[in-house]
């Protein structure tokens, strides 16, 4: 019976990371759909790496983070979306209202660099205008270099404890479009 229930658990779980079908720590190229589901011949690039993430009731979960690219239009502007699962499905929230917090950034070499982003409101965190052109730099700098990241809820909100740790990797050439 004990065998029975362990088999069962392991195919529970080896069944729910397959049906994520994530594909980590590489660049891909996606086709954007609208709100019926059909294609819109657009693209973006899309990438996610795993990390962790501690607040005040644990310390060093899991977390999915993902990074949206959606490059620069006509007139050069762009922007990027970052997202956070805690628990590998939980959607964090960072902030109750849309603020502007900061993102350091670990890179190759020690330094660290801070990057504006904005906590929004409906879930997520955004760059646009001269704080996506900053970071637009470093994603595609060309080298495929791992880059590591802090996101500390503080910097958005007197109430946040939350902060979420991992990495991602700059597009290298043959990823840049």
């Known amino acids: 019976m004990k065998k029975s229930i362990l088999f ?21 190229i996606v086709e954007t759909v609208d709100d019926f ?8 690039a899309r990438y996610f790496s ?20 959606y490059g620069k239009d006509d007139k050069g502007e762009g922007t990027s979306q970052i997202d956070l699962f805690e628990y590998n499905k939980n959607p964090a929230r960072i902030g109750l209202d849309t603020k502007l917090g900061s993102m350091k950034c670990k890179m190759p070499d020690g330094t660290v660099k801070s990057y504006k982003i904005y906590a929004m409101k409906s879930g997520g965190l955004g760059l646009w205008g001269e704080n996506y052109d900053l970071f637009y730099e ?26 979420y740790q991992g990495y991602f990797h700059t597009k290298s050439a043959v990823d840049i479009k």
């Not at 069962?8 to 891909?28: N, P, R």
């Not at 993430?53 to 983070?65: D, K, L, Y």
């Open 8 to 28: 069962l658990l392991l195919s529970l779980f080896v069944s729910t990371l397959s049906a994520q079908g994530l594909k980590y720590d590489s660049w891909e």
């Open 37 to 44: 589901g059909d294609k819109t011949g657009e693209s973006v």
């Open 138 to 163: 470093l994603i595609n700098n060309g080298k495929g270099e791992k880059v590591k990241f802090v996101i500390d809820e503080s910097d958005f909100s007197e109430y946040g404890a939350s902060k």
């Open 50 to 69: 795993q990390g962790k993430f501690s607040n005040s009731a644990t310390t060093g979960q899991e977390m999915i983070f993902k990074l949206v690219d």
